[in-house]
């Protein structure tokens, strides 16, 4: 770890309190930028919040939602040991897609208008179109991943069926604060999300742990 950092003159410098281990310290970036997704959501108190992907970005997602305490909290993975992961970030209710009808669970969920506020965080098309499939009229869609690919959707669905607001994220503006306070709390089962660490000379193994994410959610190089 460096001693010390050179920073330009202008530049916003967060102050992590000493306590925080600094593994956990590492993940007040991506935390930030959940954050960020949950606060373009404008997520209300009698809000059905649905939350597709429980990957670092998504639990992160999960735990700032519930700080929001919407009415219900759905997270949504195909890795059930991620959902229970996600139950311990806050999540209300965890679904896997593949072992279930989505649609019928949300629509049990809220009489069958569809959930409030959905946000994407696994960049499959596959979520999106889920998405506007289960989302209700006038409902808030935030898209918070990358795509490997382009992604087709029915824009009637956006407009002219249910009139939905889409808003796009990208990073973390002025969520650092919130995100060093949540960490400094423990209020993230980080020792979980952080589920695999590697010296830094074993950088490769490190990236191929990324990629095939289905046993990994943080892969943490350690210098």
Not at 73 to 87: G, Q
Request: with cysteine.
């Amino acid at each position: 770890m460096a001693e010390y950092m050179i920073f330009p003159k202008n530049a916003l410098v967060h102050v992590v309190p000493p306590q925080i281990d600094p593994r956990h310290a590492a993940f007040i970036e991506p935390l930030a930028c959940s954050l960020h997704a949950v606060e373009l959501g404008n997520i209300q108190w009698n809000d059905v919040v649905v939350i597709s992907g429980c990957g670092p970005l998504g639990l992160g997602m999960v735990a700032g939602a519930k700080q929001k305490q919407p009415k219900v909290l759905v997270a949504l993975d195909l890795c059930n040991w991620k959902l229970d992961i996600a139950k311990e970030c806050g999540a209300d209710i965890v679904l896997n897609p593949m072992e279930c009808d989505l649609k019928t669970e949300i629509d049990n969920l809220t009489e069958g208008l569809g959930c409030d506020v959905y946000i994407e965080a696994t960049g499959a098309g596959s979520s999106v179109k889920q998405g506007l499939n289960i989302i209700a009229r006038l409902g808030r869609f935030i898209e918070f991943s990358v795509f490997g690919k382009e992604v087709t959707a029915d824009w009637s669905i956006i407009g002219d069926t249910k009139e939905l607001t889409i808003r796009g994220g990208h990073l973390g503006p002025y969520c650092w604060p919130k995100a060093i306070s949540m960490v400094a709390k423990n209020l993230l089962p980080l020792d979980k999300i952080i589920s695999h660490k590697f010296p830094l000379k074993d950088y490769e193994m490190a990236i191929k742990k990324v990629i095939s994410s289905q046993d990994s959610i943080k892969v943490m190089l350690m210098p």
